[in-house]
């Protein structure tokens, strides 16, 4: 079945990086935009980063522009997202996503927390 699975979350510094992974299996990843969302405590979930089948386009919620940078690897079937400069507003829990023939894939998500 489709699954995704996200890793590489933990607890960071302001100013801090990190990179999150999903690993993606059960569909042909190459097929496939990818996108990341957050949602932070009491929120709703938001998207962060989206990016093409091939990785051609790219687009970032304006909050992340220039210090996040989404890509993929479609030999490993992973979606990554490379975070810089993190502040306290970006903890949250971090969830990668595919949108299958009108049905929206979630992963189980990995906590990002960014405190001193």
């Known amino acids: 079945q489709v699954q995704l699975v996200e890793s590489g979350g933990g607890l960071v510094q302001p100013g801090g990086s990190l990179r999150l992974s999903c690993a993606a299996s059960g569909f042909t990843f190459s097929a496939d935009a990818m996108s990341w969302y957050r949602q932070a405590p009491g929120k709703e979930r938001e998207l962060v980063a989206a990016i093409t089948s091939a990785g051609g386009r790219r687009t970032y919620a304006d909050y992340v522009k220039g210090r996040f940078t989404i890509s993929r690897d479609n030999v490993k079937n992973t979606v990554y997202l490379q975070m810089n400069s993190l502040k306290p507003e970006d903890t949250a829990v971090y969830y990668c996503?595919?949108?299958?023939?009108?049905?929206?894939?979630w992963g189980q998500g990995t906590q990002v927390t960014v405190s001193s």
């Open positions: 996503n595919v949108r299958l023939l009108g049905t929206t894939v």
